[in-house]
């Protein structure tokens, strides 16, 4: 069992950063080896693979973010960061952290909306 909590959420212009922040906890839970997943989500749209962070700390991002997102993480507070730089409209979603188990069972953070207004 994992519970997330999940912050950084706001409104910010374009051309703007923002970063946001997932803390895990839960009994037994070793976060350091589990690779820690972002998704983001728009109203009617399927949630979006945005970014990947191994238990090494290797990256992987969308293609249309990686020169503007950076992921990153500390084992030692078993949290995950998202930095967003130059923000645009089209950025606007609710971001989530997530990570699945051993089991491929799915742990997801709250959410946090972003907003960039055009």
């Known amino acids: 069992q994992v519970q997330w909590v999940e912050s950084g959420g706001r409104s910010v212009e374009t051309g703007g950063s923002l970063s946001l922040s997932c803390a895990a906890s839960?009994?037994?839970?070793?976060?350091?080896?589990?690779?820690v997943q972002w998704y983001r989500q728009v109203p009617s749209k399927e949630r979006e693979f945005i970014a990947k962070?191994?238990?090494?700390?290797?990256?992987r991002l969308l293609e249309s973010i990686k020169d503007r997102f950076i992921v990153s993480r500390d084992n030692a507070v078993s949290s995950v960061y998202l930095q967003m730089n130059s923000l645009k409209p089209e950025d606007t979603a609710v971001y989530f952290c997530?990570?699945?188990?051993?089991?491929?069972?799915?742990?997801w953070g709250q959410g946090a909306q972003v907003t960039v207004p055009s």
């Open positions: 839960g009994p037994y839970f070793d976060f350091a080896i589990y690779p």
């Open positions: 997530n990570i699945q188990d051993a089991l491929g069972v799915d742990y």
């Open positions: 962070i191994t238990s090494s700390g290797s990256t």
